[in-house]
């Protein structure tokens, strides 16, 4: 899967081959087709994996989890072919006929279930409706990350990411609300550090119980 | 350059030939090579088609004009091949390489002088800095137009670009100037027929003086 991300990463799904990817996992066709059936397949294994990488520890506010898990993604991007495959993949010209859009409609409803949450608690202005924002933030993190990817190969993701935020929170969230959201460029550095102490945690408590910190990952 | 645009924009810049346009357009391989020296040439003339299409007539309140470019080529783009092909070639994956980025930086310029109008006649907030601002508008503009292809076939683009400006605009606009914009979703109906308007009245005194019209239209 991993040589298939990398594959559709550089490449893309229409220029891909099974014989790229063959060559790249350094394994036979029967291997593969053991595994996998098509290269429709294999490309929706990738996006599935790119929606498991979805997850952040709990925050009070639901704002700053959903900022978190775009810095999160972001600083993941910058670093995995998985996810920036999953990204190729899901806006590539033809992925509506052939995946249904890609991962684009299950990332509008995580939007949405987070910002609905924010808007149970109090933490949106009265007119914002979570299923119109959900669209316009989850639209805007994707040309985010194409612009980004277009003009420095990614390089200024994370600052551009924490930016689009930054220039769309003020609409939607009220004051008292934004005044206590940490909206910096590093936050995808220190949750994804956080993340891995929960998972190292995790590891050294596995023969006890492992469920509180599983639980503690919100995805 | 109307046929090249087609199949750019089905196929893609990577999967389409000079024989597929060749074969749209119904002339010979001699005549094309006339015209265009290769296919990337082809392609770099439908990026400045697209470029150009960006004139919406002037408003005192720029932040209406930045609007009224963003509803017009969105309305535009649901319509004629040219501006779509231009999209999906600006912001291919292997487009950096081939065309340093597409429109894209020049469409983050002409953004950014309309913003810094804006800021110079008071109408954004003290913040905000036009060159940040005008990458992210720019960025979210794509993220929405491919979203909207995605899902609808750009059958919402208009309503999801007015969306996208509703929820950004409150962030970096001072109220005085937000309460008189105009960003209803039909706005780009509205502006493309005052620009047919416009051209009328420009073809009627094209033997007489053609310069106060021209100058009206501010690209």
Known sequence: MEAAAAVFDERGYEAATI?????????????????????????????DEQMAEGGVPPRESKLQELFDVGMVLGHRMRRHPMLSAGARLSLGPDMREIFGGGSVPAWIEVTEQRLAQAKAQGELLPHVEPAEAAWIISAGWAGVQLYSQTLTGRADLEYRVASFYQHLYPSIATPAVLARLDMAAD?????????RALELALGEEEEADQAPVRESLAS
């Open 19 to 47: 014989a790229d990817i063959l060559a790249r996992a350094g394994v036979t066709k029967g291997a593969l087709y053991f595994h996998f059936s098509s290269k429709q397949e294999l490309a929706q294994g990738v996006l």
């Open 187 to 195: 936050r995808g550095d220190r949750v994804v550090a956080e993340i």
